[in-house]
T-cell receptor, first 111, second 114 residues
């Protein structure tokens, strides 16, 4: 059964303090791993798709990396506007259109 | 482009009442999805429609029905609402190609069942 576990559940950082969020997954043949950002009261917003181990993608202060068992979302010199819940999701080749989501990491950046 | 739109934004129901949540997308996507989001449990798939004319159950389909009205619209119906269905409901769509299934989400419907 496909599974996604995110850690930590919550993370509080000072502005400018870099850190990483973890997403561990088990899937029977990875089609794609996705990262989303969700602001309070809004729907998730797509950030990245990673397809194979070793792949990296960047957007502003965010960089996502992928290994065979986990993905990291690195945030460099974060600003208060980066505060949000970050969701990880996976899709396996056996699950057709279905994507399995983790429960997210709530990131709070203090000015 | 409005992307994915959902109506209503908020709804309060009494136990046993019925209602339909509406979703529409203007991105010409083939696939559409309904999720519920509860604290600490992440997004759970209720039903999905891989293409117009098809629907399939997700992880938590009990108590719900769906209709893929056309390529743009996908509705979710609660026939007899229960307090356990209090949640935030999100609709999403994706262009299912050979490589990518990125989903694009609507703003959500916040449903309370008393």
């Amino acid at each position: 059964e496909d599974q996604v576990t995110q850690s930590p559940e919550a993370l509080r950082l000072q502005e400018g303090e870099s850190s990483s969020l973890n997403c561990s997954y088990t899937v029977s043949g990875l089609r794609g791993l996705f990262w989303y950002r969700q602001d309070p009261g809004k729907g998730p917003e797509f950030l990245f798709t990673l397809y194979s181990a070793g792949e990296e993608k960047e957007k502003e202060r965010l960089k996502a990396t992928l290994t065979k068992k986990e993905s990291f979302l690195h945030i460099t010199a974060p600003k208060p506007e980066d505060s949000a819940t970050y969701l990880c999701a996976v899709q396996g080749y056996s699950s057709a259109s279905k994507i399995i989501f983790g429960s997210g990491t709530r990131l709070s950046i203090r000015p | 482009n409005a992307g994915v739109t959902q109506t209503p934004k908020f709804q309060v129901l009494k136990t046993g009442q019925s209602m339909t949540l509406q979703c529409a997308q203007d991105m010409n996507h083939n696939s559409m999805y309904w999720y519920r989001q509860d604290p600490g449990m992440g997004l759970r798939l209720i039903y999905y429609s891989a293409s117009e004319g098809t629907t399939d159950k997700g992880e938590v389909p009990n108590g719900y029905n769906v209709s893929r009205l056309n390529k743009r619209e996908f509705s979710l119906r609660l026939e007899s609402a229960a307090p356990s269905q209090t949640s935030v409901y999100f609709c999403a769509s994706s262009e299912a190609s050979s490589n990518t299934y990125e989903q694009y989400f609507g703003p959500g419907t916040r449903l309370t069942v008393t």
